[in-house]
C-alpha cells in the first residue's frame, strides 16, 4: 500500500521524524557494536594477558625441575655419568613441588646412594658407561596413593651409544602444589576456567557453577555443547585467542591460551551478559530516554504545527487568490517566526507583483506604441522596393528603422537605420526622441548633411547631461538624380550589391554618433547608379555580434556571403532570409542586442520583383 502524506504534519513525520528516529536507532546499533567489540576485544587482551601470566607461573613452577635435568645434557653427545645424576637428583629433591625421583639406571655401582631410588640393569665396564639423556614428557595427572594427592611425572629417557633405551628419570610432581597459585586467584574462582592436556582432556576446573560432566576427572573437552567444539577447533589453529558464542549479545565468550614448556592449554569462558552488562545497561537507558523524547517531540510538534498550519493556510488561501488576480488586504502576522515571516513577505510580495503588473501593462502600452512608430509595411514604387524590420531583445528596444517619403510622388525617398546606447525602456525613450527629430528635419532641410546636422546640435542638448547618443545610417534616393545619397553618423556602413554581377561595396564615409559633438559638421556620400538594378542592405550592430551556445558571433563574414543570394530576391523576402540565417545561427540564445535590418531594391519593377 502506498501512502501519501497529505498534511503538512504527516510530512514532517514522515519526512523528518520518522528518518530521524531511524538515523539515531542506527547510530544507537552502530554505536552499540562497536562499544560491544570494544569490549569484547578489551576483555579478550585482559583474559590472553591472565592466562599468559597463569602459564608463566605454571612454567617457571615446572621449568625448575627440568632445568636442573638439563645439566644433564651438557652439549652434543655429551656423556651423562651416574656421578652427575646423583648430584641432580639430590637438589630436584629439595623443590617443593617434588613429591620424589625415580631413577632407573643401568649398572650396580650408583646403586649405593641412598636418596635415588635405583633400579638396576646388567652391569656393564666403567669405562664405556657413557649415556645420554633424550626428550622430556609430562604424564597426565594421577591420584598417587603414597602423596595422598595428584601427581605428574616429568619423565626422560636414557639411550647408550647404539641409540638404545637404558634407563630413565622420572620426576614425581604434585598436580595441585604445582597450580595452587592459579587455583587461588579470584577470576578462576569466578570465571568457569579449564586445564586441558594434549589429547584435550580436561586435568581441572573450576567456576562459579559445574557442569555435571565437570565433576568427573579427566572428561574430554568438547563434548558438552557447540560453543566448546568451537573453542577445540580455534585451539588447533591457533596458540592464543578468544571465541564468541551464538547471539547478539553473545551466550558466551571463551579465551584460550596454549603453555609453551608443557602441553597444556588454559581455557576460561564466561556469560556474554558478564562481559557487555556495562553496555547492554546503557543501551536499554537509552531506548527508554529516546522513547521518551520521542513522544515529547510529537506532542510539541502537535501543538506547534496546529498554529504553524493555520498561518501556513492563510498563506495558501490568499495565494489562490493571487493567481485568479484579485489582491486582498494584507494578511495579519500571527506569530513572530517563519510563518510570520513569511506572512510579511507575502503582503510585500503582493504589493510588488500589484505595482509591477500595473509597470506591465505601461511596459505592453509602451511596446505597442513602439511598434505602431515603425513602418507597418513595405514601400514599393515603379522601381523601388524598401522592406526593413525590428527585433527587440527586450519588450521594447532602442532600434530605429523608418521609411521616410517626400510630399511630392517624384521626390525623395529616405531610409534611416539607428541604434541607441542601449536598450530597454529609456532606450526606446530616446529612439522616439531620435525619431521625431529626424522626421522634423527631413521636412525642413535641404541636403542629408544640413538634416543631420540638425538632428545632432537638437539631440546633444538633450545628452549633455545623460550621456546618451545614437548612431544613425541616412540613405536617400534621388529619383531625378539617379543616386544614392548617404549620410553615417558612427553607424556600420551599408553594402550596396549590383544585381547583374554580385559585386558589392560598402557605403562608407566619416561621421561621429549622434548626441556627442554639437559642432559636428557631417558630409553627404553620393554614389551614380549607373548599374541597375542595385540591392542595398543597411544592418545595426546586433546583427554582427549575435552569438550562438558556444560564443561564436555571427559576424559579417556571414553577411558577405548572403549579399549575392539576396540581389535574386525582393526586399521583403531578402531581410526574412537574414533574420532567419540569424535565428538559426543562435539556436534559441537570447539576443543581447536589438536586430535591424533594411533592404532597399532600386531599379526594378518593384511588381515583378514581388512576384520571384
Not at 353 to 361: T, V
Not at 396 to 418: C, K, S
Not at 423 to 446: E, I, K, P
Request: proline share 4%.
Amino acid at each position: 500500500m502506498n501512502f501519501q502524506p497529505k498534511s503538512l504534519q504527516q510530512r514532517i513525520l514522515l519526512y523528518t521524524i520518522l528518518p530521524t528516529l531511524l538515523l539515531l536507532i542506527t547510530v544507537s546499533l552502530i554505536g552499540f557494536i562497536f562499544v560491544r567489540n570494544l569490549l569484547i576485544t578489551q576483555w579478550g587482551e585482559t583474559t590472553i594477558a591472565r592466562l599468559e601470566r597463569s602459564a608463566e607461573l605454571i612454567e617457571t613452577r615446572i621449568l625448575e625441575p627440568k632445568n636442573l635435568l638439563m645439566l644433564l645434557q651438557n652439549g652434543d653427545n655429551a656423556s651423562v655419568h651416574g656421578e652427575l645424576v646423583h648430584r641432580v637428583v639430590n637438589q630436584i629433591k629439595e623443590l617443593d613441588i617434588v613429591e620424589d625421583v625415580i631413577v632407573t639406571w643401568p649398572d650396580y655401582y650408583h646403586a649405593a646412594g641412598p636418596d635415588p631410588v635405583m633400579k638396576s640393569a646388567a652391569p656393564v665396564d666403567r669405562d664405556e658407561r657413557t649415556y645420554e639423556l633424550r626428550r622430556f614428557d609430562i604424564s597426565s595427572p594421577e591420584y598417587d596413593d603414597w602423596v595422598n594427592n595428584r601427581t605428574i611425572s616429568l619423565i626422560s629417557e636414557f639411550r647408550g651409544v647404539n641409540d638404545e633405551i637404558v634407563g630413565d628419570i622420572e620426576v614425581i610432581i604434585s598436580f595441585d602444589d604445582l597450580l595452587e597459585q592459579v587455583v587461588n586467584a579470584s577470576w578462576w574462582k569466578t570465571d568457569k576456567t579449564y586445564l586441558l592436556d594434549d589429547s584435550q582432556n580436561v586435568l581441572v576446573t573450576t567456576g562459579d557453577s559445574n557442569d555435571l560432566e565437570d565433576n568427573y576427572p579427566m572428561r574430554t573437552y568438547g563434548t558438552v555443547n557447540q560453543f566448546e567444539q568451537d573453542i577445540l577447533h580455534a585451539i588447533v589453529n591457533s596458540s592464543s585467542g578468544i571465541v564468541l558464542g551464538s547471539g547478539i549479545p553473545p551466550e558466551q565468550i571463551g579465551g584460550f591460551y596454549h603453555l609453551k614448556q608443557v602441553p597444556w592449554t588454559l581455557v576460561v569462558t564466561v556469560p556474554g551478559k558478564k562481559v557487555l552488562a556495562p553496555i547492554i545497561l546503557f543501551l536499554r537507558h537509552y531506548m527508554l530516554s529516546l522513547a521518551l523524547c520521542i513522544g515529547m517531540i510529537l506532542l510539541f510538534m502537535r501543538i506547534s504545527m496546529n498554529r504553524m498550519a493555520a498561518g501556513i493556510t492563510q498563506v495558501s488561501r490568499a495565494s489562490n487568490e493571487l493567481a485568479s488576480g484579485r489582491f486582498g488586504a494584507p494578511l495579519a502576522v500571527m506569530t513572530r517566526d517563519e510563518v510570520g515571516e513569511l506572512t510579511e513577505n507575502f503582503n510585500k510580495m503582493s504589493t510588488q507583483l500589484k505595482q509591477r503588473l500595473e509597470l506591465k501593462k505601461n511596459i505592453d502600452l509602451a511596446r505597442e506604441v513602439q511598434q505602431s512608430l515603425l513602418p507597418q509595411n513595405s514601400l514599393r514604387r515603379d522601381d523601388i522596393d524598401i522592406h526593413g524590420t525590428v527585433l527587440f531583445c527586450d519588450d521594447t528596444g532602442g532600434d530605429y528603422f523608418d521609411i521616410l517619403e517626400a510630399a511630392d510622388e517624384d521626390g525623395t525617398i529616405g531610409v534611416v537605420v539607428g541604434d541607441v546606447v542601449g536598450h530597454g525602456v529609456g532606450a526606446a525613450l530616446f529612439m522616439t526622441t531620435v525619431r521625431s527629430l529626424v522626421r522634423s528635419s527631413f521636412v525642413q532641410s535641404d541636403t542629408p548633411e544640413d538634416m543631420m546636422d540638425n538632428v545632432n546640435k537638437l539631440l546633444s542638448r538633450d545628452t549633455q547631461t545623460s550621456g546618451g547618443f545614437a548612431t544613425l545610417f541616412y540613405l536617400e534616393f534621388d529619383r531625378s538624380l539617379q543616386s544614392l545619397r548617404w549620410v553615417r553618423a558612427g553607424h556600420d556602413p551599408a553594402f550596396a550589391v549590383s544585381c547583374p554581377s554580385g559585386e558589392f561595396a560598402e557605403l562608407k564615409g566619416d561621421g561621429v554618433a549622434l548626441g556627442v559633438d554639437p559642432q559636428w559638421r557631417y558630409v553627404c556620400n553620393e554614389l551614380p547608379l549607373t548599374k541597375l538594378p542595385q540591392t542595398v542592405v543597411i544592418c545595426s550592430d546586433g546583427i554582427f555580434e549575435a552569438t550562438n551556445e558556444a560564443g561564436e558571433a555571427f559576424g559579417k563574414q556571414r553577411i558577405y556571403e548572403l549579399l549575392p543570394d539576396l540581389v535574386k530576391l525582393p526586399s521583403e523576402k531578402a531581410v526574412n532570409r537574414i533574420i532567419g540565417e540569424i535565428q538559426a545561427f543562435v539556436q534559441g540564445s537570447a539576443l543581447a542586442d536589438d536586430i535591424t535590418v533594411a533592404v532597399i531594391r532600386i531599379g526594378e519593377d518593384a511588381d515583378r520583383t514581388q512576384d520571384r
